[in-house]
């Protein structure tokens, strides 16, 4: 993950002339958006998350963010999870995916071209979870509040083109309902669950 956020900031670098000029530095202020794309590797909390998916699932990210202020943004975000594995003792398939639909703040500390940010908000996130046991599939699906923080760095090659890298961490835990899914085998009771973890991507925006 290192070695993609360092290609991405020193190939545009490179690529891009002008890059020290003041007059291509971007100049913050209320009433602009900036739109970014990015991907990334996401972790689970869960204990048997490694064992089922193993580690740093690749994640899609996207964000969109308006300038309320010289140094505060007010954004929305979201990002494509999925993952595909098998249980360990039975090898029979396994799927998890969560979307989420996040909104929060986040202040831009500095002015310049390099521009870290720290943020904070919460988070409206969809759980699917289907499994299988015996041939048959046991779906679980819990849509459920959790929060986030993060922080990271833009690097503005132009005044309004940017790449940038970001960490993030996501409190996530879900517990289901009084439900329960049955079969000829007995019942499958689903306990509370944490999905929470660490969230690291890198990625393009721009401003406009």
């Known amino acids: 993950m290192k070695s993609l956020i360092s290609i991405l900031i020193i190939g545009l670098f490179i690529m891009t002339p002008g890059l020290a000029a003041e007059e291509n530095a971007p100049v913050f202020g209320d009433g602009h958006f900036s739109l970014s794309v990015g991907a990334g590797m996401r972790s689970l909390n869960e204990d048997s998350a490694d064992s089922l998916y193993g580690k740093n699932n690749l994640t899609y990210s996207f964000d969109l963010a308006y300038g309320l202020s010289k140094y505060m943004d007010v954004f929305i975000h979201t990002d494509y ?11 029979e398939a396994t799927s998890l995916r969560i979307i ?13 071209r390099f521009v870290p940010q720290v943020g904070f908000g919460a988070g409206y996130y969809m759980v699917t979870d289907d499994m299988e046991v015996e041939g048959q599939t046991f779906t679980f699906e819990k849509n ?5 923080i993060e922080g ?10 940017f790449v940038f890298a970001q ?7 879900v517990k289901p309902d009084e439900s329960s899914s049955e079969d000829a085998t007995g019942i499958i009771y689903y306990t509370e ?3 929470g973890g660490f969230f690291l991507c890198a990625g393009l925006g721009i401003r406009f």
């Open 152 to 161: 990271g760095l833009r690097v503005y090659v132009t005044g309004k083109l």
């Open 81 to 91: 999870f999925k993952v595909d594995g098998e249980t360990s003792l039975t090898n």
């Open 100 to 112: 989420p639909l996040e909104i929060g703040l986040r202040l831009r500390l500095s002015g310049s």
């Open 167 to 173: 960490g993030r961490f996501i409190f996530l835990k």
């Open 193 to 195: 669950r944490d999905l």
């Open 144 to 148: 459920q509040v959790g929060f986030f």
